[in-house]
């Protein structure tokens, strides 16, 4: 019957929605209990009593954090890792894969290229022999040795695909204007693919801001540690004199609250970002994996 | 004097801007990927850091005799091979369930809203998420709270080898699991509209309709990323892990990327930590391999 089927639906409607909604709930859960924790004071937090909404709501979490020096420094560390490591693994990647999109007729050799940097996504030396190149370079407790690291193969071959579409028309008519490889790339190939650049870009900014591996073992002052490897001693190794702050201080905070405070302070860029990150990010998972 | 045929000096002026463009990137890549690669000798080595790749004493398979008569190393990938697995069986199934049930969602803002809710975590690294979970995992934090209220016995997840693989199970969906759905999500959206209004037509109510178009519609899909997820079968999720255990758990949670951070950089036991990521990677290159060669003839997939 008719009637009977609409009734199915309707009810498989109501399950549905409300079955994502407690989802979406369940999933913004653990952050939205953080957050009011971050707000909340010593003797609420410690008693149990924070859920959703902070109890004897106070600043002084967050005022605690910002002025402990070493937050600043790990901040620094981080923007500049980011932006260096950024700017750098772009430009490298833009002029990588403009050649390699050339068939190999036209640029003798392509396919070895192209086999060398595939193949770099399929074996890996591994973290110790890796770990002892950065070391015999020199590289160790200096930042480049998280940022030339950098350039990613499964970003080359994405730019590279991505290059492969553009018009050969285009190319062609610059060429007959005299254009050279160069200008061709910066004037016809890098306009035209904006929308996988900034994919690209957005994907290398969010993995550069949350790395922390790599600072915790190529860094071996903790001075210079990235916001995440700082993050970590103190959310995760718990150790609070990483805040470099006065002990009675703490001592009338709660450190859960203040770790809490600690987590969504390390974490406001990604939530500004958000929006761009979550629309880009989409895209991106589509250009790289819906082929064939 | 070798000359240059005329054809090549040619080719090399017009194109010689192109080898130029891939140099930097290419050394880049010899000295940071090629190199290490090479350094892998380390593990057939007595590694001394003075001597480095070159110098070091040879040891042929002692530090693989070794690795394979401790009681530690079956152990850690035996570990590795189960939490892996777990995650790439329930991330898939949920991350196809959830796009099931997306894809019965018309009410765009609503759809819109929770996706960026279930999409958040993937955004974060281990570091903030570990210490999110610890902070709602402690005593009278909100799981504890949770359990309180319906009355059961408060359970230490972290800490407990009952515990802790379920626990990263759980938390790696609540991470990977939305964002998983992606991909899925978009093989819904191209399957034709027309496949549905004809089912509505003929009847067919929501779970036909779901049964009958939009699974047979992402088989495809759904078997192009189970074979390419064999390849990842050696990967635990060095992060994740490493940011939620401790040695309370070793014995169920440790994996052969915390193994060999451990064995390498804590312990300066160089060659043995060496051998085991050898291991890993050879057998991880196999699988790679094998999943492509199967991606390629079941479902058409080329990397480039």
Same mark, same amino acid.
């Given at each position: 019957?008719?009637?009977?089927?609409?009734?199915?639906?309707?009810?498989?409607?109501?399950?549905?929605?409300?079955?994502?909604?407690?989802?979406?709930?369940?999933?913004?859960?653990?952050? &939205?209990?953080?957050?009011?924790?971050?707000?909340?004071?010593?003797?609420?937090?410690?008693?149990?009593?924070?859920?959703?909404?902070?109890?004897?709501?106070?600043?002084?979490?967050?005022?605690?954090?910002?002025?402990?020096?070493?937050?600043?420094?790990?901040?620094?560390?981080?923007?500049?890792?980011?932006?260096?490591?950024?700017?750098?693994?772009?430009?490298?990647?833009?002029?990588?894969?403009?050649?390699?999109?050339?068939?190999?007729?036209?640029?003798?050799?392509?396919?070895?290229?192209?086999?060398?940097?595939?193949?770099?996504?399929?074996?890996?030396?591994?973290?110790?022999?890796?770990?002892?190149?950065?070391?015999?370079?020199?590289?160790?407790?200096?930042?480049?040795?998280?940022?030339?690291?950098?350039?990613?193969?499964?970003?080359?071959?994405?730019?590279?695909?991505?290059?492969?579409?553009?018009?050969?028309?285009?190319?062609?008519?610059?060429?007959?204007?005299?254009?050279?490889?160069?200008?061709?790339?910066?004037?016809?190939?890098?306009?035209?693919?904006?929308?996988?650049?900034?994919?690209?870009?957005?994907?290398?900014?969010?993995?550069?801001?949350?790395?922390?591996?790599?600072?915790?073992?190529?860094?071996?002052?903790?001075?210079?540690?990235?916001?995440?490897?700082?993050?970590?001693?103190?959310?995760?190794? &718990?150790?609070?004199?990483?805040?470099?702050?006065?002990?009675?201080?703490?001592?009338?905070?709660?450190?859960?609250?203040?770790?809490?405070?600690?987590?969504?302070?390390?974490?406001?860029?990604?939530?500004?970002?958000?929006?761009?990150?979550?629309?880009?990010?989409?895209?991106?998972?589509?250009?790289?994996?819906?082929?064939? | 004097?070798?000359?240059?045929?005329?054809?090549?000096?040619?080719?090399?002026?017009?194109?010689?801007?192109?080898?130029?463009?891939?140099?930097?990137?290419?050394?880049?890549?010899?000295?940071?990927?090629?190199?290490?690669?090479?350094?892998?000798?380390?593990?057939?080595?007595?590694?001394?850091?003075?001597?480095?790749?070159?110098?070091?004493?040879?040891?042929?398979?002692?530090?693989?005799?070794?690795?394979?008569?401790?009681?530690?190393?079956?152990?850690?990938?035996?570990?590795?091979?189960?939490?892996?697995?777990?995650?790439?069986?329930?991330?898939?199934?949920?991350?196809?369930?959830?796009?099931?049930?997306?894809?019965?969602?018309?009410?765009?803002?609503?759809?819109?809203?929770?996706?960026?809710?279930?999409?958040?975590?993937?955004?974060?690294?281990?570091?903030?998420?570990?210490?999110?979970?610890?902070?709602?995992?402690?005593?009278?934090?909100?799981?504890?709270? &949770?359990?309180?209220?319906?009355?059961?016995?408060?359970?230490?997840?972290?800490?407990?080898?009952?515990?802790?693989?379920?626990?990263?199970?759980?938390?790696?969906?609540?991470?990977?699991?939305?964002?998983?759905?992606?991909?899925?999500?978009?093989?819904?959206?191209?399957?034709?509209?027309?496949?549905?209004?004809?089912?509505?037509?003929?009847?067919?109510?929501?779970?036909?309709?779901?049964?009958?178009?939009?699974?047979?519609?992402?088989?495809?899909?759904?078997?192009?990323?189970?074979?390419?997820?064999?390849?990842?079968?050696?990967?635990?999720?060095?992060?994740?892990?490493?940011?939620?255990?401790?040695?309370?758990?070793?014995?169920?949670?440790?994996?052969?990327?915390?193994?060999?951070?451990?064995?390498?950089?804590?312990?300066?036991?160089?060659?043995?930590?060496?051998?085991?990521?050898?291991?890993?990677?050879?057998?991880?290159?196999?699988?790679?391999?094998?999943?492509?060669?199967?991606?390629?003839?079941?479902?058409?997939?080329?990397?480039?």
């Amino acid at each position: 019957m008719i009637r009977e089927k609409d009734r199915r639906n309707a009810l498989f409607d109501v399950f549905n929605y409300a079955f994502i909604g407690v989802l979406g709930f369940v999933a913004l859960a653990p952050m &939205l209990n953080l957050f009011a924790i971050s707000f909340s004071d010593n003797s609420a937090v410690m008693g149990g009593y924070v859920t959703f909404w902070p109890v004897n709501f106070t600043l002084e979490n967050y005022a605690v954090i910002f002025k402990s020096p070493a937050i600043y420094r790990a901040f620094s560390v981080t923007v500049q890792r980011t932006v260096l490591g950024v700017v750098i693994s772009q430009f490298l990647t833009i002029i990588t894969a403009y050649p390699l999109a050339k068939s190999a007729r036209e640029f003798k050799g392509r396919n070895i290229f192209v086999w060398l940097f595939v193949f770099t996504m399929l074996f890996e030396g591994g973290l110790i022999p890796f770990f002892m190149v950065i070391r015999s370079l020199g590289l160790l407790n200096t930042i480049w040795a998280l940022i030339v690291p950098g350039v990613s193969a499964w970003s080359v071959i994405l730019l590279m695909n991505f290059f492969k579409e553009v018009p050969q028309e285009l190319e062609e008519a610059a060429v007959l204007d005299g254009a050279n490889h160069w200008q061709i790339l910066w004037k016809i190939y890098v306009p035209l693919s904006i929308p996988a650049l900034a994919t690209l870009t957005l994907f290398a900014a969010v993995w550069h801001w949350n790395a922390w591996f790599d600072g915790m073992i190529f860094m071996t002052d903790p001075n210079n540690y990235p916001l995440q490897t700082y993050l970590r001693t103190v959310v995760i190794d &718990l150790n609070s004199s990483a805040l470099q702050m006065d002990v009675r201080q703490i001592d009338a905070l709660s450190q859960r609250a203040l770790r809490g405070a600690m987590i969504f302070v390390t974490t406001i860029p990604i939530m500004i970002l958000y929006p761009f990150l979550q629309r880009y990010f989409v895209t991106g998972i589509k250009l790289g994996a819906v082929k064939g | 004097m070798y000359r240059l045929k005329p054809k090549t000096v040619a080719y090399l002026r017009r194109n010689w801007m192109l080898y130029l463009m891939l140099l930097p990137t290419l050394v880049l890549f010899i000295i940071f990927s090629y190199y290490p690669m090479y350094g892998l000798v380390m593990a057939f080595q007595k590694f001394n850091p003075g001597l480095g790749f070159f110098k070091s004493p040879w040891v042929g398979m002692g530090n693989f005799e070794r690795l394979l008569n401790s009681p530690t190393f079956p152990r850690v990938v035996g570990n590795t091979l189960i939490i892996a697995t777990a995650k790439l069986v329930t991330g898939q199934i949920t991350a196809i369930f959830l796009a099931l049930l997306f894809n019965e969602i018309r009410v765009v803002w609503y759809k819109r809203l929770i996706q960026n809710f279930l999409y958040m975590p993937h955004f974060l690294s281990w570091v903030v998420l570990g210490g999110i979970l610890m902070e709602i995992l402690a005593p009278m934090g909100l799981i504890g709270k &949770l359990q309180q209220a319906i009355g059961i016995e408060p359970i230490v997840f972290l800490g407990s080898n009952t515990w802790f693989r379920p626990t990263v199970i759980i938390t790696n969906l609540w991470k990977e699991a939305g964002w998983g759905m992606i991909i899925y999500l978009a093989a819904l959206t191209a399957l034709d509209p027309v496949l549905y209004e004809a089912a509505a037509i003929d009847g067919a109510d929501r779970f036909q309709r779901i049964w009958y178009i939009s699974i047979p519609g992402i088989l495809p899909t759904i078997i192009l990323v189970a074979a390419l997820s064999l390849g990842d079968i050696l990967q635990g999720g060095f992060d994740q892990i490493f940011n939620l255990y401790n040695p309370t758990v070793y014995q169920t949670g440790d994996i052969i990327d915390t193994f060999v951070y451990r064995m390498g950089l804590v312990q300066a036991q160089y060659g043995l930590a060496a051998a085991a990521g050898l291991f890993k990677s050879v057998i991880g290159f196999l699988l790679i391999i094998v999943s492509y060669k199967i991606a390629e003839k079941y479902a058409g997939y080329k990397i480039f």
